[in-house]
């Protein structure tokens, strides 16, 4: 099994998105039934993203206060994906699964492991901006850390904090590969062109060959609830994602 998380520093850098069209992407290279998507960000937004809007409530956070497997509030979406929703919860709720994932740092990695997936799976994990304690549980867990930023100055300032939680979460979990993936690139806007080849520049090979371009479609497909690759397959943003998705099957593989 391999486990991609997918984090950023800032909020609205696109990881909800990126987390679903990479999982339908996934999805569509290696067949249904082998690709998981889970949500460890209290906004449950993922779900959506799958067209699982009407889902009932239950996800990861309470089902892990209950005790029960989480392959019991797994849901298959019609695009080959299971999907593993936050879920709807009190405050009290979110408070106290927060506080067994700080007294278990691995206990989402556990639960994952439980879950009964194939052995050659692919799981993504969605998380909230910022350090938090769904961003440890992400790296104790994950094989690859996909770390979004946008091509504009606020994700360039982020990239310090990054880099020292990078170094931090590096000595507790030396498995972790990270890998900058560059967002909404957009070479026609000049700052977005020059903040890219900033990054490029101050990032080099820790920085994905393939970025997303800024594409309209993943906004309506988001409005349609579905994956940008089934909303508009032939557009830039599902080409890019396509691509991506395949580097990073190279990826897990080398
Ligand atoms: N490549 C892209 N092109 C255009 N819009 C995008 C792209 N990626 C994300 N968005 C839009 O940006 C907004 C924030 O994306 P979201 O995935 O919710 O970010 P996050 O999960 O980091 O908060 C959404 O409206 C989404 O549709
Ligand atoms: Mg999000």
Redesign the pocket.
Known sequence: MSVIG?V?M???????????NLAAAFASLLGAGRVSAVDL?P?S?LQYHFGLSNAHNEGVCAQSLRGGSWRAITEDSAYGVACLPYGAVSEVEREDFEALLERDPHWVGKQIQRAGLDEDAVVLI?SP?GPSVYLRQVFACADIVLI?LLADAASYASIPAMESWLVEMSHSFPQVDSVYLL???DRSEPLNRDVADMLRQQLQDKLAPIG????????E??AFQQPVLIYDPHGQ?SH?IARLAKWLIDAINR
Do not use: F, R
């Not at 850098?13 to 990126?18: F, I, L, R």
């Open positions: 997918v950023s800032k909020g609205g850098v696109g990881k909800t998105s990126a987390t679903a960000d906004q937004a969605d901006p979004v967002n909404q690139v997303i371009h800024a594409d309209e479609a993943v906004k497909a988001l943003a890019d």
